[in-house]
């Protein structure tokens, strides 16, 4: 066996320019292959992880039903108490929608405020400000960060936050006139006080206090000194709405409610009130992404009309799947050039050393360890192009992150190539498997000649 593999090592010396340019069509084809999953890999990756960090994926929101038809399906008190103790279910929230319309300066917003259970809305991770401290009182509102497009200028109709150059972050601390219900329902106005704007995409219990109030001070610093500013172009599926805690939301529209009948809450045939509050929706967090399906069809089949970014997020990793097989199969054309490049070298090799075939025939050297001396050569050409080829693929791998975070103005460290290390691995072993295969052909045909024909021919 040793004297094969010297033999083999010598060959290779022998040849080097030849050696060298078949390892190097080799090693290109592995970069491609393995650079352009790299590529599809984190793509998915981070798609994944932003969703996961934003808690949306395992959050089912679920929708009431306000008919008198089917009272089972409204959301009360007593279906968050149910939903809470089913199994897989980590927690359960409910949310309710007023329209209101909200003024400052020459601004306008018209749209919802929604509310939310104080504990709820406690956790939930602030980028400005601080959260709302009210509670049966004057609502403290909590902002998305892209609601400074949603206030219009309604002659120009320009957003504040494309003609003042400010995101709404600049607003923390001012108060907005605000009136409850669609347009001319009521004609009361209430003042009320941005509190804080949420972080973009976070929205769990690892808020830092600390740093809310650093960039709090930040954003009061910017706005006294006339500075802008800057305005995230990032989106979550809070960011352009406007939340307050549910007890103050509540005391709000006793106030604004006639007849004793509260504002917005539904009746029965008889036009009266129900007993309990009935919610416009809740979430559902659920304690495992794999438990999700499992969880919506559940809660279809109690009649609720369900809505989960899971469904979206599934149907996104189906189109890049498609897209990474696309990819791969891009670096495989190059990687099958080079597969062919192993088997001519090959080739071309067996017809240099007929001569050397006889005189190793002739000296007992059987089928089997001619052929291994072939297949080793071939081995050692895909095992060498693999390992640099795999190499150079993490420094392509730096360059594309570095050339994504400053072309997209993606934050620093975002990984939209990735080669996790079973990658990096197929990538090798697969370029000796081909190896091998682009050299048994060869192989064989130099283990088959007769030692007669291969000592006399020239």
């Known amino acids: 066996m040793g004297w094969i593999w010297h033999l083999c090592l010598m060959n290779m010396k022998r040849r080097k320019i030849r050696t060298f340019l078949t390892v190097l069509g080799v090693m290109i084809g592995v970069i491609s292959v393995v650079a352009l999953l790299a590529v599809g890999i984190g793509v998915k990756n981070e798609m994944i992880d932003s969703a996961v960090a934003s808690g949306s994926v395992n959050q089912i929101t679920i929708y009431s039903e306000t008919g ?43 749209g919802n405020l929604v509310g939310v259970p104080g504990n709820e809305l406690g ?26 497009k949603m206030f219009f200028n309604q002659k120009t109709f320009d957003s504040y936050e494309k003609r003042e150059k400010k995101s709404i972050a600049s607003l923390v601390g001012k108060r907005f006139d605000t009136t ?97 509050f009935v919610y416009t929706s809740a979430v559902v967090i659920v304690d495992d992404i794999n438990n999700v399906d499992a969880m919506v069809k559940k809660l279809q089949d109690m009649g609720y ?3 989960n970014s899971k469904e979206y997020l599934d149907t996104i990793q189906k189109y890049l799947k498609m897209i990474q097989l696309l990819l791969g199969g891009i670096g495989m054309i190059a990687l099958i050039v080079s597969v062919i490049g192993i088997s001519n070298t090959m080739t071309t090799s067996v017809f240099d050393r007929v001569n050397e075939i006889g005189i190793l025939k002739v000296l007992g050297c059987d089928i089997d360890e001619l052929r291994l001396l072939f297949l080793m050569e071939a081995a050692v050409i895909g095992l060498v192009g693999g390992i640099l080829g795999v190499l150079s693929s993490y420094g392509v791998r730096i360059v594309v992150n570095k050339a994504a975070v400053s072309m997209f103005n993606l934050a620093k460290g975002t ?44």
């Open 415 to 458: 990984q939209i190539a990735m080669i996790p290390w079973w990658l990096a691995l197929a990538g090798v072993l697969g370029s000796v498997i081909l190896g091998v295969a682009a050299g048994y052909f060869p192989a064989r045909w130099a283990s088959k000649l007769r030692p007669i024909d291969a000592v006399t021919r020239r």
């Open 68 to 110: 008198s038809k089917h009272k089972d399906r409204m959301i009360t008190d007593r279906t968050i108490s149910t939903l809470t103790d089913l199994a897989n279910v980590d927690g359960c929230y409910p949310l309710y929608e007023v329209p209101v319309s909200m003024k400052y300066g020459e601004y306008e917003y018209f």
């Open 305 to 307: 009309q369900t809505e």
């Open 123 to 148: 956790g939930w991770s602030l980028a400005y400000g601080e959260n709302s401290n009210s509670s049966h009182g004057t609502p403290e509102l909590i902002s998305g960060s892209s609601v400074g």
């Open 180 to 276: 409850v219900g669609w347009s001319g329902e009521s004609d009361r106005i209430f003042k009320l006080k941005l509190a804080g704007v949420l972080s973009d995409g976070d929205t769990d219990n690892s808020s830092d206090n600390a740093s809310a109030d650093t960039s709090y001070d930040s954003a009061v610093q910017d706005e006294e000194s006339d500075e802008s500013l800057d305005i995230s172009d990032s989106y979550s599926e809070k960011s352009q709405t406007i939340y307050c805690d549910m007890d103050s939301l509540k005391s709000l529209l006793r106030k604004v409610s006639a007849d004793g009948k509260l504002y917005g809450q539904p009746v029965d045939g008889n036009g009266n009130s129900y007993r309990e």
